[in-house]
């Protein structure tokens, strides 16, 4: 294996300790990825513990997300691979199944708005709290594929976004590295609950 691969997959090991830490990857669910400077994607094994990864759980597969050393990747790899095709520039793709994405998307049915938080600046590319950014919720489903398809037409016909909520699900977030992937699923938890609590209030 590469160094930079040795890097990346430490990367996401530490990713997941922190994210388990945080009561938003239970059980085995969530999967995270990272692209080499060579194209290949690590990425975790499919049904692995995300706060006690190691780097024997962070795998590689190609482009297209097919397996390079004859692990089974993630059963979401094509959610991965569909975003580093769209964003040359993404090096990193994290995806938390967190409470406050989960309670949301029971909430509300098509999209969040986030407006006017402080730590809207938290995500890449965004300046000032004056900001209004939508967060769409797509459908769970089982056939992965199709829902790449439907994530791609969406961002298609309403442009660029920093993130997507799977409904019941979790949610999908993406930076040039882990490390500022990672500041997304943070700030954009901390929005997620915020909101959570504020919808769940109006309509009690």
């Not at 097919?66 to 990747?73: A, F, I, K, N, V």
């Amino acid at each position: 294996m590469t160094d930079d691969y040795s890097q990346r997959a430490q990367d996401l090991v530490e990713a997941g300790r922190f994210i388990d830490s945080r009561g938003w990857v239970p059980a085995t669910s969530g999967n995270f990825s990272a692209r080499l400077a060579d194209g290949r994607i690590a990425i975790t094994v499919s049904g692995r513990h995300k706060g006690r990864l190691t780097q024997a759980d962070i795998m590689l597969v190609d482009a297209e997300g097919r397996s390079l050393d004859g692990q089974t990747p993630s059963a979401e790899t094509r959610l991965h691979t569909a975003l580093y095709q769209r964003y040359p520039e993404v090096g990193a793709v994290l995806h938390p199944h967190s409470p406050g994405s989960t309670l949301l998307s029971r909430l509300l049915t098509k999209e969040v708005v986030l407006e006017n938080y402080e730590l809207l600046k938290a995500l890449n590319g965004i300046r000032t709290h004056a900001t209004r950014v939508t967060i769409p919720i797509f459908a769970n489903d089982q056939e992965i594929p199709r829902l790449a398809r439907l994530v791609n037409d969406w961002m298609d016909k309403h442009g660029d976004v920093h993130a997507y909520i799977i409904a019941s699900h979790g949610f999908y977030t993406w930076g040039g590295n882990v490390g500022e992937a990672l500041r997304q699923v943070e700030a954009l938890e901390f929005m997620f609950d915020i909101e959570s609590r504020l919808h769940g209030a109006l309509t009690a």
